[in-house]
């Protein structure tokens, strides 16, 4: 039986301060004012325009107070490389791994531990921007309760750079649980899974077995594990199929078919067929995505061409921001 994975735990502090790669001006100059535009990262989840000139973000780790539970990054900074650094003080990011900061951000597709850890726009907490006239502005604050007015980082987040190209954010962070265990069953009711146990981090279904992720101390984790009838400890998640990734309600989960694994109480269905009857975007919701690129890039010049409301690479279910 695999042992429960456990992570190190060492003292909160604060890192030194380190430079970005660029300057938010000097990003700002690179985008410009009038030409169209792309934003290029790392590559991992697709998103530049190809034929139009690029730029890259700035990256780096510029601070990191542990004590306050938030990181100031530049949006090109390695998602997996922040993680470490994140690591070595006991804390970490709720961003899916692989690619920068900026495009998980752009794209904003969870990883199978949302349903615990919550959306990826509840990670942003800050961004400066740089919008379509080439000026750089500031979304948010460094704390958790940050605005009183209009939600601009979380209209950032899944816009796939068409409102804006994100330059550098503060993100929060999180301390590493104590114990991370991941146990699978083929004898339980994931629904009634969900109901039943107290805060599990990701419980995904295949229609026959049940894999669940539990976090925390480790007695609370035991507990909660021994309610989980037929549990055997795994490594971790299963490999997910890779024909389709759709957004449907949480209630319809029970009723998907074929070769398929669902995050229970999310309503994502990772699915190996792609979804070719996938329902129509409403004239309501178009039009509301209209008027706001309108308002934001008048011109179209910020990744031209690129849909919100279709599918990105991986992803059928719709993106709205």
Request: aromatic content about 4%.
């Amino acid at each position: 039986m695999a042992e429960p994975h456990t992570e190190p735990r060492t003292e909160p502090r604060t890192e030194p301060p380190m430079e970005m790669s660029t300057t938010l001006d000097d990003f700002a100059a690179s985008v410009g004012t009038t030409d169209p535009v792309t934003i290029r990262g790392l590559g991992t989840r697709g998103g530049e325009v190809r034929g139009v000139p690029a730029v890259r973000p700035p990256e780096g780790i510029v601070e990191f107070m542990a004590d306050e539970t938030i990181v100031r990054c530049g949006a090109g900074t390695s998602v997996d490389l922040l993680a470490s650094r994140l690591a070595e003080a006991g804390q970490y990011v709720a961003l899916p791994s692989g690619g920068t900061v900026g495009g998980a951000l752009a794209v904003g597709q969870s990883d199978v531990y949302r349903l615990g850890r919550g959306p990826v726009r509840d990670t942003l907490l800050q961004a400066k921007y740089v919008n379509a006239e080439g000026r750089v502005v500031k979304a948010g604050g460094p704390t958790v309760k940050n605005v009183s007015g209009f939600d601009l980082c979380r209209l950032l987040v899944g816009s796939r750079g068409t409102l804006g190209f994100i330059g550098e954010v503060i993100l929060r962070t999180r301390p590493i649980p104590q114990v991370r265990r991941w146990i699978r069953s083929s004898n339980v009711d994931p629904f009634a899974l969900l109901v039943d146990l107290y805060r599990p981090t990701s419980v995904l279904w295949d229609g026959t077995t049940t894999w669940v992720c539990l976090e925390g101390h480790p007695d609370d984790v035991a507990r909660q594990a021994g309610q989980v009838i037929g549990a055997a400890d795994v490594e971790g998640p299963p490999a997910l199929p890779t024909g389709s990734r759709r957004s449907v309600p949480p209630s319809a989960l029970a009723g998907a078919t074929g070769v398929f694994v669902a995050e229970i109480g999310v309503g994502i269905v990772h699915h190996a067929d792609p979804w070719s009857d996938r329902p129509e975007v409403t004239s309501v919701v178009a039009a509301l995505h209209a008027r706001l690129k309108s308002l934001f890039d008048p011109t179209g010049r910020l990744n031209p061409g690129v849909d919100v409301l279709a599918a990105p690479a991986g992803h059928v279910g719709r993106t709205v921001v």
